[in-house]
């Protein structure tokens, strides 16, 4: 283990069920656990299609440094920010790693010079559909749910509950503010039906987003005097899913217009490995006793779970 | 509803209530072009209608500050500091200097 990489909580105990974890901060799946998180995301896929009918759209591992920065990512994220880079293709530059150690006996890659690094890894999965309907012109509420691997650095790590990389679920509406509003309002009663029937509580509490520097932040300091983040929160102090009015944020940031204004936009965004946490702390470590989230959703919706919404 | 300065400001509102409000009225219709002056009461939302947004926070503090002669610390601010202008003077230039809004 590597300092600030600690791996209290689940790692050995829950092996058997098919998690892995890395110093790095970051786990593997396989087995009882991969199957229940496959499983998870069908049911929420169910619940954007039958809601919605959302479009799912899936996107890279990473996004350009200039289009997160459309929104300012990088003034107020730099600490979780993780940038994708590479060596310089010069070749004297490819030989003069070659020749060197190439790895240090920590495991730190012995790097000659690199190329400009112009991409962020995926901090949130929502981000590229923003920028990927760039400059539309709204006629009603666009709804969509896309999924990824999301990368945010913290100063800790601990398996499921905070990971460097980790899979994110998220539904999207784009249109005017009484749309998204409605969005967010039918999204939560839906998690609330789907995590009742999980037997799985939660809390919804007011919450900001993880600022560097945040009181010197206008959006932190508007969150702070008009609340726009809510979480649910599983055993008191771990959010497993949160709902976000974006206003016009990304509507303004990405040109997309409604009724001839910067749309608004709202988010529901769910953290995979977290609810795998939460469902096997409430079910417990024998999958036999876990629920069966696809089918729970088919049951709150009335869509089989086998079956496209 | 009152959406002018008025001579008994002072006795409804403390020391410079009036002068405050006619200032962050505005100092708002400044930011929102498209803003009739009319439509501008003291109890105008001023967040759900985006007329103040997150860009003018950090003006709009400092505005605050100028008036009322002492720092405001940004940790205490809370949901609805900025409601509208009624709550904005009431919270912020009226009680007595305090370096706390009264959320």
């Known amino acids: ?309 | 509803m009152s959406s002018e300065p008025r001579a008994d400001d002072h006795g409804q509102h403390g020391p410079g209530s009036g002068d405050a409000r006619a200032m962050l009225r505005a100092w708002i219709l400044a930011k929102n072009d498209d803003l009739d002056a009319g439509a501008l009461s003291d109890q105008t939302p001023l967040l759900t209608t985006r007329y103040l947004r997150s860009v003018h926070l950090p003006e709009l503090i400092l505005l605050l500050e100028r008036v009322r002669g002492t720092p405001i610390d940004v940790e205490y601010l809370g949901a609805g500091d900025f409601r509208d202008i009624d709550t904005i003077v009431t919270g912020f230039i009226t009680p007595a200097q305090n370096t706390e809004p009264a959320s």
């Open chain 1, 1 to 309: 283990m590597t300092a600030g990489c600690a791996a209290p909580g689940p790692a050995a105990e829950w092996e058997p069920l098919g998690l892995s974890w890395h110093p790095s901060g970051q786990s593997s799946l396989s087995g009882p656990l991969l199957a229940l998180a496959g499983r998870l995301d069908r049911a929420f896929l169910l619940l954007a299609a039958t809601l919605w009918g959302a479009r799912e759209e899936r996107h890279p591992a990473s996004m350009p440094a200039g289009t997160l920065q459309r929104v300012d990512y990088l003034h107020s994220f730099p600490h979780q920010a993780s940038f994708p880079v590479r060596l310089d293709p010069d070749e004297a530059n490819l030989d003069a790693f070659r020749a060197g150690p190439v790895l240090g006996p920590d495991g730190d890659v012995r790097l000659t010079r690199l190329a400009p690094a112009r991409e962020v890894l995926t901090p949130a999965a929502c981000y590229h559909l923003y920028a990927g309907h760039e400059g539309t012109s709204l006629a009603g509420p666009l709804y969509l749910t896309t999924s990824n691997t999301c990368f945010r650095h913290e100063a800790r790590y601990e398996p499921l509950r905070r990971q460097w990389s980790f899979t994110m679920r998220e539904f999207v509406c784009m249109g005017s503010a009484p749309e998204t509003e409605a969005f967010l309002a039918e999204g939560r009663s839906a998690v609330d039906l789907l995590l009742k029937r999980l037997d799985v509580a939660v809390e919804w509490s007011v919450a900001t987003d993880p600022f560097f520097r945040p009181l010197q932040n206008p959006q932190y300091l508007m969150q702070r005097v008009q609340p726009s983040k809510h979480e649910a929160v599983y055993g008191g102090e771990l959010a497993i899913g949160s709902a976000n009015q974006h206003h016009d944020h990304f509507g303004a940031g990405f040109s997309i217009t409604r009724d001839g204004g910067p749309a608004s936009s709202a988010c529901i965004a769910f953290g995979i490995e977290r609810w795998l946490f939460a469902l096997v702390r409430r079910h417990g470590t024998d999958p036999a006793a876990w629920p069966d989230p696809a089918g729970v959703a088919a049951q709150v919706t009335g869509v089989p779970a086998g079956e496209p919404a």
